[in-house]
Structure formats: C-alpha cells, structure tokens
C-alpha cells in the first residue's frame, strides 16, 4: 500500500483583523467561503478521507459549510497558534506515516497544480519538509523565509519577532508545507510559546527539524497571488475581485460574451452556455445555469437559477430560485422570486412579480400584475394590473387560470379561485366565484352615465 497524503486545513481562528462576529474562513470570496476554495483544491490531490479541518471558532457552522464534501474535523477547543491546531491531529493521524501537507484555510487561491507539485518534491527528496514561498514586493505581516548557503530554510520569523533586517527579506511563508509525517508528529511536541503573542507557531518547526539534524526545502513559485492570505476585508475584497477576473475569463474562453466584465459578478459554480451575452453590472450567483444563446441584460440580478436556452432577460430584472424554459422573455424590472417556473416563450414584462407559480407557455403579463401561488395556462394573457389575492391575512391560497383565458386590466382574483380555460375576465372585475370555461365574467358595478348632470351644476352656481 502507497504511504498516504494527509492533508490537514487549519480554520480554528476566529480571524481578530477582520472585525467580525463570524468567523473568518466562513466569508466568501468569489461566491464560495475561503475554506469551502481550500477543501476544493486538497480534495483535487487526495481523498476528502485523508483531509482534515481544524474547527474551533463557529465550529458548527464550519462543518455545515462542509458537510457534503467528505472531510474529516478535528477540533482545536482554544485557539493557540497554528502550532497548537496542527497537534490536534497527532491522535488521528501519526500512525498512518506518509506524507502530511498543511495548509490555512485563509488562502483560497491556492491551485492544485501548486499543491500537487509540492508533494512531488517532496515526496522526491529526503528533506523532512518542503515549504511554498515567494517574493512579494510587500511582505509586511507574513512570516519571513530564512535561507542558509546551501539555500535550504533555516527558519521562518512571524513579522511581530523580526529584526528590521529580517523584516527586509522579501521571501514569505505562505503557510502551506509539506511534511514527512513521523518527523513532523515526532517533534511538533517541541514548538513553545517563547514568541511576543505566546502562541504556538507552526514556524518554529522549522527550526526545530534543523537542529535535529534535518533539512527543509523551499519551493519558489513565482505567481505570488495564488498564496495570497487574507487578513482584512481589504484583502478579502482584492481576492474576491481575482476570483470574479478568474471566472469571468473563464467563461470568455467558453465562448460567452461579457460587456464590461470587470463589472459583472458571476459565482464560481455558475455555469452558461455559448454565445449567451452578460451585459454590464449583472450579477449572476449561487447554482445558476444559463442556456446557450441567452441574453441576460445590464444590472440583472440571477440567483440558484435555470435559464434554458434563448431566454432574454432584460435589464434590472430579479430572478431567485425558479426556472425559465426557452425562448422566454423575462423583464425588464421584473421579479421572479422564488418557485416560479415561466414555460417556453412566455413573456413577463416591466413591474411583474411572481411567485411560487407555474406560469403556462406562450402566456403573457406584460405589465405591472403580481401572481402568487398561482398556475397560469398556456397562451394565457393577464392584463395590466392583475392581482392574485393570495393571502387572506392567515393563510396562503392558490389561484388556477385554465390555458388561452384572458383576464382583463386590473382584475382582481381572490383565492382560492379557479378559471377556465378560454374564459374572459372583464376589465377592474373583482373576481371571487370560480369562472366557467369559455364563459365572461365581469364582477364590477355598472357605468351609468347621467346625461346634462354637469352642465345643470354648473347653472346652479
Ligand atoms: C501565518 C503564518 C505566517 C504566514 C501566514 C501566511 C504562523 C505562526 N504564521 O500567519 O508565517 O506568512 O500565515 O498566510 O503560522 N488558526 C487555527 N488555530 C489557531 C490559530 C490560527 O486554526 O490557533 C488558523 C486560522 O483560522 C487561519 C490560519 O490558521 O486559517 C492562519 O492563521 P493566521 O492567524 O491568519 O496566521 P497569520 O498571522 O496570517
Ligand atoms: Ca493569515
């Protein structure tokens, strides 16, 4: 049996320079939290079996993230230092030998290809660990490589313990290591709290493996950005906007149009078919998929939605949780929000809500009308102004709209209520009996009409 590669996140920390309540890896960058990008990348390289998170903060909530990827947890009751997390893992881990690669789960951009290159070093050498490092022109706050002669690390000094001459080095720990796994459980015992925030750091191991006589190589990789940590909504944002870049190339190259990219927000797990186009300031998030050939205009807002093929969605328009088959014509401002179903070339025009409703294919509401809970038939038209009466101030009820009916400006339907197929609703009825198939109803008071009632006001003045 091959030695296995474990791989071990550390997420505990609650993440002070951020100023949150929640915990740092639980916030997003690029539609996805920071540690749900780290688990992506370890379980890219090894089973999600042989990765393990370390929770401690929000604990909870960091296992919920990750509940259906397959990890393993470890908890890190109080947080003490990345030293102190990765011990909690000795129990669970030490006796499968092998290799153990570790990485925080605050640096979301780290790719698989990087990692995978790390073990193969590693995996290659009789070094006892290899570390990823690189230059940046601005290492404030990381830790800083120290390099012997021979170019192995010696050590690696956290920003806090540096000399103004180490703090010049411009080689950084990016936190993620590969190590062999009996050196690394046999001497992680030996890392202190001797350091200005009495934590125990992860990063007096090297030094530790050194003075046993073992060695430790860097691994120099020169995009910098993929070891990109984040420690502030500053950086979280600058991340963010690299994973929005990432995404929208992406798509690009997948033959999608995108006017403006650098304006758009697309999630990471969204997907769109070819020549669709994204005009500007669209947002497009969460599960979303497009079909191909879809319009999907400036300033619209899509999310956990399926748009088939052909759809044209105009600008400024809401769509949540529903589904909208081909050729339909969606907006602009409209408002699906949430369990709508529009069938194959419906159209829902300006100022439209709908929800939790079935909207029939071919059907029309062109403007200003809200339907909910509703099922509308195929071909069927709702007038302008058309209002289902769902609520009656305690429950929920449904309204049913048989195929190729006609409902009239500004009707009012009541539910629950049924109307047949092919029947007319006359303009501003107030509807409350269910309608026959191919019947009229009209539920509004008589126009009378008073001949000469002005022009004798007006006399008596
Ligand atoms: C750490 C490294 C630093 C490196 C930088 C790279 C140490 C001592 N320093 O500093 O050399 O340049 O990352 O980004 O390791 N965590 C726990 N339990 C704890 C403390 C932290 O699980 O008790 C987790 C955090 O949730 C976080 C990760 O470890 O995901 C890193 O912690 P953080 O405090 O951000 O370390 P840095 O100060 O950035
Ligand atoms: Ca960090």
């Given at each position: 049996m091959n030695a296995p590669i474990n791989v071990v996140i550390l997420a505990a920390g609650l993440g002070t320079r951020m100023k949150s309540k929640r915990a740092k890896v639980l916030h997003s960058a690029g539609g996805l939290t920071l540690v749900e990008h780290v688990v992506q990348t370890a379980i890219a390289i090894t089973p999600p079996e042989n990765v393990t998170v370390v929770v401690g903060t929000q604990a909870e909530q960091v296992e919920a993230v990750l509940a259906h990827s397959g990890v393993r947890f470890a908890e890190q009751k109080?947080?003490?230092?990345t030293g102190h997390a990765l011990m909690m893992c000795r129990d669970a881990l030490a006796s499968q030998g092998g290799l153990v690669v570790v990485t925080y789960g605050d640096g979301p951009l780290l790719s698989p290809a990087t990692l995978?290159?790390?073990?193969n070093r590693q995996g290659a050498s009789d070094h006892a660990a290899t570390l990823i490092t690189t230059r940046l022109h601005d290492p404030t706050g990381y830790g800083r490589i120290i390099l012997g002669k021979d170019g192995e690390v010696q050590a690696i000094v956290e920003q806090k313990a540096a000399t103004p001459q180490q703090l010049s080095i411009p080689l950084i720990n990016s936190g993620i290591y590969c190590f062999r796994a009996d050196l690394l459980w046999k001497y992680i015992s030996e890392i202190g709290t001797n350091n200005p925030a009495h934590e125990y750091y992860l990063t007096d191991i090297v030094e530790i493996l050194n003075r046993a006589g073992h060695k430790v190589a860097a691994l120099e990789v020169s995009d910098s950005q993929e070891l990109l940590g984040i420690n502030t909504r500053a950086e979280l944002a600058a991340v963010d906007k690299i994973f929005r870049d990432r995404k929208v190339r992406e798509l690009m190259i997948e033959g999608v149009t995108i006017e403006k990219p650098e304006t758009v927000t697309i999630d990471y797990a969204v997907r769109i078919g070819a020549d669709s186009i994204v005009g500007p300031f669209a947002q497009i998030l969460g599960k979303t998929e497009i079909g191909e050939d879809c319009r999907i205009g400036a300033c619209s807002f899509i999310e956990n939605s399926k748009v088939a093929a052909g759809v044209?969605?105009?600008?400024?328009?809401?769509?949540?949780?529903?589904?909208?088959?081909?050729?339909?014509h969606i907006g602009p401002f409209a408002r699906l929000r949430a369990g709508v179903h529009v069938g194959a070339g419906a159209h829902i025009g300006n100022f439209v809500e709908l929800k939790n409703t079935q909207f029939g294919a071919g059907a029309k509401a062109n403007h200003l009308a809200y339907l909910g809970d509703?099922?509308?038939?195929?071909?069927?038209?709702?007038?302008?102004?058309?209002?289902?009466?769902?609520?009656?101030g305690l429950k929920k009820h449904r309204t049913?709209?048989?195929?190729?009916a006609f409902v009239g400006s500004n009707s009012t339907l009541v539910a629950p209520i049924e109307i047949g197929e092919g029947s007319y609703i006359g303009a501003g009825s107030v509807i409350t009996h269910?309608?026959?198939?191919?019947?009229l109803a009209l539920g509004r008071a008589r126009q009378v009409a008073k001949e000469g009632w002005a022009a004798k006001r007006k006399k008596k003045k």
């Open positions: 109080e947080q003490k230092g995978r290159e790390l073990v044209y969605v105009a600008p400024f328009t809401l769509i949540a949780d529903s589904q909208v088959e081909p050729g339909a509703a099922e509308i038939g195929d071909r069927t038209n709702i007038g302008a102004g058309t209002i289902t009466c769902n609520y009656d049913r709209i048989g195929k190729e269910p309608v026959p198939a191919e019947a």
